[in-house]
């Protein structure tokens, strides 16, 4: 019986270990929109990010929550990230939230359902300092339901 305790605590703290080797996240941040009312396209969601490493590379996500009625299999967003030194960069972005068959993608718990979409992946940050990343939803519904939360995680690439 005791080697069998400690083969499971062996296992759990191996389990643990190795979990905790995993991704190294920079930051991650959810910002909450009052999902009744909409996400008006002039509510913009910023995210100030501090980057003191400008050699590693990171892996950056786009974080998406929408309730089970959403209405559309997909967002369309604006990103703009705004570099220390003053230089904006736009991009258009499609996130995905549902497949072909109209089933919902990501993971979901009850009536809402949590999307990870890659935005850059490997990407150096050229410049130390605080950088901006502010969304805007682009969909031609203004305002926009059933989108409860943006967020914003950067992790260190392996």
Do not use: H
């Not at 991009?91 to 999307?115: F, P, R």
Request: charged residues 30%; glycine residues 6%.
């Amino acid at each position: 019986m005791r080697k069998l305790v400690l083969a499971i605590s062996g296992i759990a703290l191996s389990v643990i270990f190795i979990s905790s080797c995993g991704k190294k996240s920079v930051f991650s941040e959810y910002k909450s929109i009052d999902a009744e009312k909409g996400w008006a396209k002039d509510n913009r969601i910023s995210f100030d990010v501090n980057i003191d490493d400008t050699i590693s590379r990171y892996n950056v996500y786009v974080n998406v929550r929408q309730g089970d009625v959403y209405q559309f299999r997909n967002l369309f967003v604006f990103l703009v990230t705004e570099y220390p030194d003053g230089r904006k960069v736009k991009d258009t972005l499609e996130c995905l939230l549902a497949d072909d068959k109209n089933q919902w993608m990501g993971e979901g718990a009850g009536d809402l359902w949590d999307n990870t979409i890659p935005f850059k992946g490997n990407a150096k940050f050229p410049v130390k300092g605080k950088y901006k990343f502010t969304y805007e939803q682009a969909m031609r519904v203004d305002p926009l339901p059933m989108i409860k939360d943006m967020g914003l995680t950067i992790d260190k690439a392996e």
